[in-house]
Protein backbone atom coordinates (compact mmCIF):
# COMPACT_ATOMS: atom_id res chain seq x y z
CA UNK A 1 0.00 0.00 0.00
CA UNK A 2 1.20 2.96 -1.39
CA UNK A 3 -0.18 6.08 1.68
CA UNK A 4 1.19 9.12 -0.16
CA UNK A 5 -0.29 7.83 -3.41
CA UNK A 6 -3.98 7.37 -1.50
CA UNK A 7 -3.09 10.89 0.20
CA UNK A 8 -3.05 12.48 -2.93
CA UNK A 9 -5.83 10.87 -4.82
CA UNK A 10 -7.96 12.02 -1.72
CA UNK A 11 -7.21 15.37 -2.73
CA UNK A 12 -7.51 14.92 -6.18
CA UNK A 13 -10.83 13.54 -5.78
CA UNK A 14 -12.18 16.66 -3.35
CA UNK A 15 -12.58 14.00 -0.36
CA UNK A 16 -12.77 15.61 3.16
CA UNK A 17 -11.46 12.63 4.69
CA UNK A 18 -9.42 9.53 4.17
CA UNK A 19 -10.17 6.23 6.21
CA UNK A 20 -7.91 2.99 6.44
CA UNK A 21 -8.58 0.18 8.61
CA UNK A 22 -7.79 -3.63 9.15
CA UNK A 23 -10.38 -5.95 7.20
CA UNK A 24 -11.62 -2.69 4.81
CA UNK A 25 -10.35 -1.17 1.16
CA UNK A 26 -9.56 2.73 1.61
CA UNK A 27 -12.32 4.64 1.93
CA UNK A 28 -13.23 8.06 1.16
CA UNK A 29 -15.78 10.73 2.54
CA UNK A 30 -16.91 12.78 -0.47
CA UNK A 31 -20.04 15.36 0.18
CA UNK A 32 -20.34 14.16 3.04
CA UNK A 33 -20.79 9.68 1.85
CA UNK A 34 -18.36 7.27 2.68
CA UNK A 35 -17.48 5.88 -0.89
CA UNK A 36 -14.96 2.76 -1.33
CA UNK A 37 -11.85 4.26 -3.49
CA UNK A 38 -12.12 1.53 -5.82
CA UNK A 39 -15.56 2.69 -6.72
CA UNK A 40 -13.71 6.52 -7.29
CA UNK A 41 -10.67 5.08 -8.89
CA UNK A 42 -11.41 1.11 -10.25
CA UNK A 43 -8.06 0.30 -11.33
CA UNK A 44 -6.75 0.29 -7.91
CA UNK A 45 -9.04 -2.84 -6.85
CA UNK A 46 -10.67 -3.35 -3.72
CA UNK A 47 -8.69 -5.97 -1.41
CA UNK A 48 -9.19 -5.58 2.62
CA UNK A 49 -5.91 -3.60 4.18
CA UNK A 50 -3.56 -5.96 6.57
CA UNK A 51 -2.56 -4.54 9.74
CA UNK A 52 1.14 -4.98 8.54
CA UNK A 53 0.14 -2.61 5.64
CA UNK A 54 -0.78 -0.08 8.20
CA UNK A 55 2.02 -0.53 10.42
CA UNK A 56 4.41 0.17 7.03
CA UNK A 57 2.36 3.09 6.16
CA UNK A 58 2.99 4.40 9.89
CA UNK A 59 6.37 4.25 9.13
CA UNK A 60 5.96 6.87 6.33
CA UNK A 61 4.24 9.68 8.29
CA UNK A 62 5.46 9.35 11.51
CA UNK A 63 9.10 10.54 13.03
CA UNK A 64 10.44 8.28 16.41
CA UNK A 65 9.11 10.96 19.14
CA UNK A 66 5.64 10.65 17.34
CA UNK A 67 5.60 6.89 16.96
CA UNK A 68 6.77 6.54 20.65
CA UNK A 69 3.56 8.97 21.85
CA UNK A 70 1.22 7.38 19.85
CA UNK A 71 2.23 3.42 21.05
CA UNK A 72 2.10 4.94 24.49
CA UNK A 73 -1.34 6.99 24.36
CA UNK A 74 -2.40 4.95 21.85
CA UNK A 75 -3.98 7.59 20.04
CA UNK A 76 -2.30 10.86 18.09
CA UNK A 77 -2.93 14.10 16.04
CA UNK A 78 -0.53 15.41 13.89
CA UNK A 79 -0.58 17.50 10.71
CA UNK A 80 1.36 16.03 7.72
CA UNK A 81 2.11 17.24 4.41
CA UNK A 82 2.81 16.23 0.51
CA UNK A 83 3.57 17.90 -2.31
CA UNK A 84 1.84 21.58 -0.89
CA UNK A 85 -1.54 19.20 0.37
CA UNK A 86 -2.00 19.14 4.17
CA UNK A 87 -3.74 17.04 6.25
CA UNK A 88 -4.64 16.13 9.86
CA UNK A 89 -4.03 13.17 10.73
CA UNK A 90 -5.36 10.46 13.38
CA UNK A 91 -4.07 7.55 14.21
CA UNK A 92 -5.61 5.33 16.76
CA UNK A 93 -5.94 1.43 17.68
CA UNK A 94 -9.50 -0.50 17.10
CA UNK A 95 -9.65 -4.04 18.01
CA UNK A 96 -5.81 -4.06 18.98
CA UNK A 97 -5.25 -3.15 14.74
CA UNK A 98 -4.13 -0.19 13.79
CA UNK A 99 -6.51 2.80 12.27
CA UNK A 100 -6.02 6.03 10.44
CA UNK A 101 -8.05 8.96 9.09
CA UNK A 102 -6.70 11.96 7.56
CA UNK A 103 -8.53 14.83 6.81
CA UNK A 104 -7.78 17.17 3.80
CA UNK A 105 -6.98 20.77 4.75
CA UNK A 106 -7.11 22.84 1.38
CA UNK A 107 -4.24 24.69 0.60
CA UNK A 108 -6.44 27.67 -0.37
CA UNK A 109 -7.37 29.43 3.06
CA UNK A 110 -11.02 29.90 2.94
CA UNK A 111 -12.90 33.27 3.08
CA UNK A 112 -16.08 34.80 4.96
CA UNK A 113 -17.84 34.81 1.52
CA UNK A 114 -16.69 31.57 0.04
CA UNK A 115 -17.90 29.90 3.11
CA UNK A 116 -21.71 31.69 3.41
CA UNK A 117 -21.05 33.54 6.29
CA UNK A 118 -23.42 36.41 7.04
CA UNK A 119 -22.01 39.87 6.77
CA UNK A 120 -22.34 40.74 9.93
CA UNK A 121 -19.31 38.11 11.26
CA UNK A 122 -17.02 40.77 9.89
CA UNK A 123 -18.34 43.69 12.23
CA UNK A 124 -17.79 41.43 14.93
CA UNK A 125 -14.18 40.37 14.16
CA UNK A 126 -12.92 44.37 14.27
CA UNK A 127 -13.88 44.26 18.20
CA UNK A 128 -10.91 44.76 20.00
CA UNK A 129 -12.36 42.04 22.88
CA UNK A 130 -14.84 39.48 23.32
CA UNK A 131 -15.68 36.02 23.12
CA UNK A 132 -16.33 34.04 19.31
CA UNK A 133 -17.56 31.05 19.50
CA UNK A 134 -18.42 28.22 16.56
CA UNK A 135 -20.14 25.08 17.42
CA UNK A 136 -21.51 22.01 16.05
CA UNK A 137 -20.76 17.99 15.79
CA UNK A 138 -17.59 16.63 14.17
CA UNK A 139 -17.16 17.48 10.94
CA UNK A 140 -19.63 20.15 10.01
CA UNK A 141 -16.64 22.83 8.92
CA UNK A 142 -15.64 24.25 12.25
CA UNK A 143 -11.99 24.59 11.76
CA UNK A 144 -12.84 26.13 8.36
CA UNK A 145 -14.91 28.62 9.29
CA UNK A 146 -12.03 29.64 12.19
CA UNK A 147 -9.87 29.75 9.37
CA UNK A 148 -11.84 32.06 7.48
CA UNK A 149 -12.25 34.29 10.52
CA UNK A 150 -8.14 34.36 10.75
CA UNK A 151 -7.82 35.18 7.33
CA UNK A 152 -10.38 37.78 7.43
CA UNK A 153 -8.15 39.21 10.27
CA UNK A 154 -5.14 39.04 9.19
CA UNK A 155 -5.91 40.95 5.85
CA UNK A 156 -7.80 43.46 7.41
CA UNK A 157 -6.00 44.52 11.19
CA UNK A 158 -2.96 45.78 12.43
CA UNK A 159 -2.96 43.23 15.34
CA UNK A 160 -1.08 39.96 16.56
CA UNK A 161 -2.83 36.84 16.15
CA UNK A 162 -1.88 33.79 18.34
CA UNK A 163 -3.61 30.43 17.64
CA UNK A 164 -3.43 27.16 19.71
CA UNK A 165 -4.07 24.27 17.53
CA UNK A 166 -4.41 20.08 17.58
CA UNK A 167 -2.68 19.93 15.12
CA UNK A 168 -2.20 22.91 12.96
CA UNK A 169 -4.43 22.68 9.72
CA UNK A 170 -3.86 25.91 8.02
CA UNK A 171 -0.82 28.05 7.89
CA UNK A 172 -1.28 31.63 7.59
CA UNK A 173 1.37 34.11 5.87
CA UNK A 174 1.66 37.28 8.24
CA UNK A 175 -0.29 40.20 6.36
CA UNK A 176 -1.79 43.23 8.19
CA UNK A 177 -1.34 41.50 11.26
CA UNK A 178 1.40 39.26 12.68
CA UNK A 179 0.08 35.61 13.10
CA UNK A 180 2.04 32.64 15.29
CA UNK A 181 0.64 29.42 15.32
CA UNK A 182 1.48 26.80 18.19
CA UNK A 183 0.80 23.36 17.51
CA UNK A 184 0.17 20.96 20.45
CA UNK A 185 3.19 18.56 21.54
CA UNK A 186 5.66 20.49 19.17
CA UNK A 187 5.20 23.80 20.93
CA UNK A 188 3.19 23.24 24.10
CA UNK A 189 2.07 20.54 26.21
CA UNK A 190 -1.02 21.45 26.57
CA UNK A 191 -3.89 24.07 25.80
CA UNK A 192 -3.85 24.70 29.18
CA UNK A 193 -0.33 25.55 29.62
CA UNK A 194 -0.12 27.45 26.31
CA UNK A 195 -3.10 29.95 27.55
CA UNK A 196 -1.75 30.46 30.82
CA UNK A 197 1.67 31.58 28.72
CA UNK A 198 -0.39 33.76 26.29
CA UNK A 199 -0.36 37.16 28.01
CA UNK A 200 3.17 37.56 27.76
CA UNK A 201 3.42 37.02 24.15
CA UNK A 202 1.64 40.14 23.09
CA UNK A 203 -1.78 39.41 21.62
CA UNK A 204 -4.70 41.10 20.55
CA UNK A 205 -6.75 37.82 18.78
CA UNK A 206 -6.65 34.40 20.44
CA UNK A 207 -7.79 31.49 18.29
CA UNK A 208 -8.07 28.35 20.59
CA UNK A 209 -8.74 25.16 18.14
CA UNK A 210 -10.92 23.81 20.92
CA UNK A 211 -12.42 24.42 24.64
CA UNK A 212 -11.84 20.53 25.73
CA UNK A 213 -12.13 21.31 29.20
CA UNK A 214 -12.93 23.53 32.63
CA UNK A 215 -9.72 24.65 32.23
CA UNK A 216 -9.10 25.75 28.33
CA UNK A 217 -12.65 26.95 29.08
CA UNK A 218 -11.96 29.38 32.14
CA UNK A 219 -8.85 30.34 30.71
CA UNK A 220 -10.27 31.51 27.22
CA UNK A 221 -13.26 33.85 29.60
CA UNK A 222 -10.39 35.29 31.93
CA UNK A 223 -8.45 36.60 28.57
CA UNK A 224 -11.70 37.96 26.94
CA UNK A 225 -11.92 39.64 29.82
CA UNK A 226 -8.72 41.04 30.14
CA UNK A 227 -9.33 42.74 26.69
CA UNK A 228 -8.90 40.39 23.63
CA UNK A 229 -10.55 38.72 20.88
CA UNK A 230 -10.81 35.27 21.45
CA UNK A 231 -12.10 32.52 18.81
CA UNK A 232 -12.53 29.03 19.67
CA UNK A 233 -14.88 25.93 18.87
CA UNK A 234 -16.76 23.83 21.39
CA UNK A 235 -18.62 20.48 20.21
CA UNK A 236 -22.16 21.43 21.45
CA UNK A 237 -25.18 21.23 19.48
CA UNK A 238 -27.26 24.56 19.18
CA UNK A 239 -26.08 28.05 20.51
CA UNK A 240 -28.19 27.44 23.88
CA UNK A 241 -26.78 24.21 24.76
CA UNK A 242 -23.30 25.98 24.16
CA UNK A 243 -24.32 28.69 26.86
CA UNK A 244 -25.48 26.06 29.22
CA UNK A 245 -22.10 23.65 28.94
CA UNK A 246 -20.15 26.73 29.30
CA UNK A 247 -22.05 27.34 32.90
CA UNK A 248 -22.36 24.06 33.39
CA UNK A 249 -18.62 23.18 33.08
CA UNK A 250 -17.81 25.23 36.12
CA UNK A 251 -18.35 23.98 39.95
CA UNK A 252 -21.98 25.53 40.78
CA UNK A 253 -20.44 28.14 43.61
CA UNK A 254 -18.82 30.05 40.72
CA UNK A 255 -21.65 29.52 38.30
CA UNK A 256 -23.24 32.66 39.09
CA UNK A 257 -20.47 34.57 38.38
CA UNK A 258 -19.81 33.15 34.94
CA UNK A 259 -23.22 34.22 34.08
CA UNK A 260 -22.53 37.68 34.93
CA UNK A 261 -18.88 37.21 33.13
CA UNK A 262 -20.69 35.82 29.59
CA UNK A 263 -23.70 38.33 29.89
CA UNK A 264 -20.49 40.79 29.05
CA UNK A 265 -17.84 38.93 26.99
CA UNK A 266 -20.30 36.24 24.80
CA UNK A 267 -19.70 38.47 21.37
CA UNK A 268 -21.71 35.52 19.40
CA UNK A 269 -22.19 31.67 18.83
CA UNK A 270 -22.00 29.87 15.69
CA UNK A 271 -24.25 26.95 15.22
CA UNK A 272 -23.55 25.46 12.53
CA UNK A 273 -24.07 21.85 10.05
CA UNK A 274 -23.08 21.08 6.43
CA UNK A 275 -25.92 19.75 4.80
CA UNK A 276 -25.91 17.94 1.06
CA UNK A 277 -26.25 20.42 -1.85
CA UNK A 278 -28.66 19.77 -4.57
CA UNK A 279 -26.18 19.11 -7.54
CA UNK A 280 -23.61 18.26 -5.20
CA UNK A 281 -21.17 19.32 -3.00
CA UNK A 282 -22.65 20.48 0.97
CA UNK A 283 -23.45 23.66 2.20
CA UNK A 284 -23.73 25.22 5.70
CA UNK A 285 -26.93 25.73 7.58
CA UNK A 286 -26.03 27.79 10.59
CA UNK A 287 -27.54 28.85 13.61
CA UNK A 288 -26.38 32.75 14.83
CA UNK A 289 -27.01 34.06 18.33
CA UNK A 290 -25.15 37.66 19.01
CA UNK A 291 -25.08 38.97 21.89
CA UNK A 292 -27.48 41.96 23.06
CA UNK A 293 -29.14 43.65 25.89
CA UNK A 294 -31.84 41.15 25.64
CA UNK A 295 -29.99 38.25 25.58
CA UNK A 296 -26.94 39.57 28.42
CA UNK A 297 -29.91 40.03 30.75
CA UNK A 298 -31.22 36.06 30.43
CA UNK A 299 -27.37 34.70 30.48
CA UNK A 300 -27.18 36.90 33.54
CA UNK A 301 -30.46 35.57 35.33
CA UNK A 302 -29.67 31.95 34.11
CA UNK A 303 -33.02 32.22 31.68
CA UNK A 304 -31.09 30.24 28.93
CA UNK A 305 -34.60 28.36 27.43
CA UNK A 306 -36.02 31.86 26.54
CA UNK A 307 -32.41 33.09 24.75
CA UNK A 308 -34.61 31.15 21.25
CA UNK A 309 -37.33 33.44 21.41
CA UNK A 310 -35.22 36.36 21.08
CA UNK A 311 -33.26 34.98 18.46
CA UNK A 312 -36.64 34.44 17.20
CA UNK A 313 -37.77 38.24 16.96
CA UNK A 314 -34.14 39.18 16.59
CA UNK A 315 -33.50 38.75 13.31
CA UNK A 316 -33.19 42.27 11.85
CA UNK A 317 -30.05 42.70 13.90
CA UNK A 318 -28.57 39.39 12.66
CA UNK A 319 -29.59 36.52 14.44
CA UNK A 320 -31.20 33.56 12.99
CA UNK A 321 -32.45 30.29 14.47
CA UNK A 322 -31.21 27.24 12.72
CA UNK A 323 -34.73 26.29 11.51
CA UNK A 324 -35.16 29.71 9.69
CA UNK A 325 -31.75 29.38 7.86
CA UNK A 326 -32.85 25.87 6.62
CA UNK A 327 -35.98 27.07 5.28
CA UNK A 328 -33.88 30.01 3.24
CA UNK A 329 -31.53 27.20 2.27
CA UNK A 330 -34.67 25.08 0.88
CA UNK A 331 -36.48 28.70 -0.93
CA UNK A 332 -32.98 29.37 -2.71
CA UNK A 333 -32.92 25.35 -4.00
CA UNK A 334 -30.25 24.88 -2.22
CA UNK A 335 -31.39 22.17 -0.03
CA UNK A 336 -34.39 19.75 -0.61
CA UNK A 337 -37.43 19.84 1.88
CA UNK A 338 -36.17 16.09 3.28
CA UNK A 339 -33.06 17.75 4.38
CA UNK A 340 -34.13 20.28 5.85
CA UNK A 341 -36.92 18.85 8.00
CA UNK A 342 -34.42 15.70 8.54
CA UNK A 343 -32.15 18.75 10.15
CA UNK A 344 -34.51 20.86 11.61
CA UNK A 345 -35.13 21.90 15.65
CA UNK A 346 -38.92 21.67 14.82
CA UNK A 347 -39.65 18.96 11.69
CA UNK A 348 -42.89 20.46 11.43
CA UNK A 349 -41.40 23.96 10.83
CA UNK A 350 -43.80 24.07 7.70
Excluded at 22 to 28: A, E
Excluded at 63 to 84: P, R
Excluded at 121 to 145: A, D, F, R, Y
Amino acid sequence: MDLKKLLKLAATHKASDLHLMVGQPPILRIDGELKLLNSVVPELGAAPLEDSDLRIALKEITNSEQLAIFLEKKDLDFSYEIEAIRFRVNLSFEKNNLRLVARVIEEKKPTLEEIGMPPIIKELLTMPQGLILVTGPTGCGKSTTLAAMINYINNTRSCHIVTLEDPMEYVFTPNQSLVTQRQLGSDMTSFASGLKHVLRQDPNVIMIGEMRDYETVAAAITLAETGHLVLATLHTYSAIQTVDRIIDIFPPHQQNQVKSQLSMLLTAVISQRLLPKIGGGRVAARELLIRNSAIANLIREGKISQIKSVMQMEGKNGMITLDKHLKELYKEGLITKEVATLYADDPAMG
